[in-house]
C-alpha cells in the first residue's frame, strides 16, 4: 500500500529529559522520571523504525502513557489536575504549516485495525482532552476540531478501501460493492468539507487526494451499480451508470496528476501507478462494451439522459472508530511517590521549559521504495 495513501508529515517534538533535579526527592520519583524519558524515546524511535509492529507500538504507546498520566490526573480518581499539571512543557511540529504489491490477509487485517484504532485516537482526544489542554488551540492548527475530524474520516475511509479490495477479490456481490464505494467516497467528499474553510495554501495537496480518492470511489461505485443493474435486465440504466463511472474515472486520472503536481505539506501517493487503480479502468471500459453489445442484440433499451441516483447504503464492511481509552496509571505512581516530588524546590528560572527560539527538528521518515505491483491482492 506504499504510495497509495496521502499522509502529512510526522508531528516531530522537541526532546523532554525529565530531569527535574530536586524536585523528584525519593529514588521513587526519580526512578519514574528516568522510566519516562527512556520510553519516550523509545516511541519516538518506532515511529520511524521499519521493523515495528502493532504490537510493538501499542507496548511503548501504554507504557510510556501510563507513566506521562502521573503527572496529568489525580491519583484519586478526581477531576482534579494533579499538582505535577503544569512541571513540563511540550513543544510540537505543525504537519501542515511548518506500496506492498501484495499483502497478507493477516497484513490486510493489521492495516484495517490499525486505521480503525487511529480513528478512535483522533475522537478520544478531540473528545476528552484537547478541550482540557493548556494553551488554547489555534486556528487551523494540528488540534483544531475541522482537521481531527478530517483525520478521524480520513482513517475510516481508508479502512474501507481494504474493505472495498477484499470484496473485490472474494467477488462478493456486485450490490455490496457498489454500496461500499459509494460510502467510501462520502467520506472522503466529507473530509474535504472539514478542509474547505482553512487555507488552501495549507490544505490544497491534502484536499486534491481527498478529491481523487472521491472521484476514484465514485467510479468505483458506478460501475458495479452497472453490473447490478444488467443483472436486473436493465441494460439501458446500466449504459448510463457504466457512462458515468467512466466519466469519473477520468476525472481520478486528471486528478493524479493534479495532485501529484501540487506542492504541499506531506508524502505524495501514486495511486495511478497502482494496478489496483488501472484495473478499474479497463473494468469500467469492459463492461460498458458488454452492456452495449447486450443492448444491441437482446434488449434495445434507450439509454437514460441522466445517470441513476445513487441512493445505496452498505449493510455490512461500514468502519467505525475503535473505541480507545489511555492505559491505566502506571502501578509507580503512589500517593508517597507523587508526595515525593516538591514543586517548591522547583528552578525559578523554569529551564524546563523549551525557549521560543528552539527549533523542532522534523522527524525524518524511511524511504519505503515500491516493489513491482501486482495488484491489490491480499492473498
Not at 67 to 94: A, H, P
Not at 210 to 222: D, G, N, P
Not at 309 to 320: D, F, I, P, S, T
Amino acid at each position: 500500500m506504499t504510495h497509495w495513501f496521502h499522509r502529512n508529515p510526522l508531528k516531530a517534538t522537541a526532546p523532554v529529559t525529565f530531569n527535574f533535579y530536586g524536585v523528584a526527592s525519593s529514588p521513587a520519583a526519580t526512578k519514574i522520571c528516568n522510566d519516562l524519558r527512556s520510553s519516550r524515546v523509545r516511541l519516538l524511535e518506532l515511529f520511524t523504525d521499519l521493523s515495528c509492529n502493532p504490537e510493538m507500538m501499542k507496548n511503548a504507546t501504554d507504557l510510556y502513557f501510563s507513566l506521562l498520566q502521573g503527572f496529568i490526573v489525580s491519583l484519586d480518581g478526581s477531576s482534579q489536575d494533579c499538582k505535577l499539571r503544569y512541571i513540563q512543557n511540550f513543544k510540537w511540529t505543525d504537519t501542515l504549516q511548518g506500496q506492498v504489491p501484495s499483502i497478507t490477509e493477516d497484513e490486510a487485517k493489521d492495516v484495517h485495525r490499525s486505521l480503525k484504532i487511529a480513528a478512535g485516537i483522533f475522537k478520544h482526544l478531540k473528545d476528552s482532552h484537547i478541550p482540557k489542554l493548556i494553551t488554547p488551540v489555534e486556528k487551523g492548527r494540528d488540534l483544531e476540531a475541522r482537521l481531527i475530524d478530517a483525520y478521524i474520516i480520513q482513517c475510516q475511509a481508508e479502512a474501507q478501501e481494504v474493505t472495498i479490495a477484499r470484496a473485490i477479490e472474494l467477488k462478493h456481490n456486485p450490490g455490496l460493492i457498489a454500496a461500499l464505494a459509494y460510502e467510501t467516497a462520502n467520506f472522503y467528499q466529507k473530509a474535504d468539507q472539514m478542509l474547505s474553510s482553512l487555507d488552501p495554501a495549507y490544505t490544497i495537496k491534502w484536499r486534491k487526494y481527498f478529491h481523487l480518492k472521491t472521484c476514484f470511489y465514485m467510479a468505483y461505485s458506478y460501475c458495479y451499480h452497472g453490473q447490478t443493474l444488467l443483472a436486473s435486465d436493465k441494460c439501458g440504466e446500466a449504459i448510463r451508470s457504466l457512462q458515468e463511472s467512466e466519466k469519473f474515472f477520468g476525472k481520478a486520472e486528471a486528478l493524479c496528476k493534479e495532485y501529484g503536481e501540487t506542492k504541499g505539506p506531506g508524502t505524495t501517493a501514486k495511486p495511478s501507478g497502482h494496478l489496483f487503480f488501472r484495473k478499474l479502468g479497463s473494468l469500467v471500459k469492459n463492461t460498458l462494451e458488454k452492456c452495449q453489445r447486450e443492448n444491441g442484440f437482446i434488449y434495445f433499451q434507450k439509454v437514460p439522459p441522466e445517470a441513476p441516483q445513487l441512493e445505496l447504503k452498505a449493510n455490512y464492511g461500514l468502519v467505525e472508530p475503535v473505541l480507545f481509552e489511555f492505559p491505566a496509571l502506571h502501578a509507580h505512581w503512589t500517593p508517597e511517590t507523587l508526595a515525593a516530588f516538591d514543586l517548591t524546590k522547583r528552578p525559578k528560572d523554569d529551564s524546563a521549559k523549551p525557549k521560543p527560539e528552539e527549533e523542532v527538528k522534523p522527524m525524518k521518515e524511511p524511504d519505503i521504495k515500491p516493489q513491482k505491483d501486482s495488484g491489490c491482492q491480499i492473498s
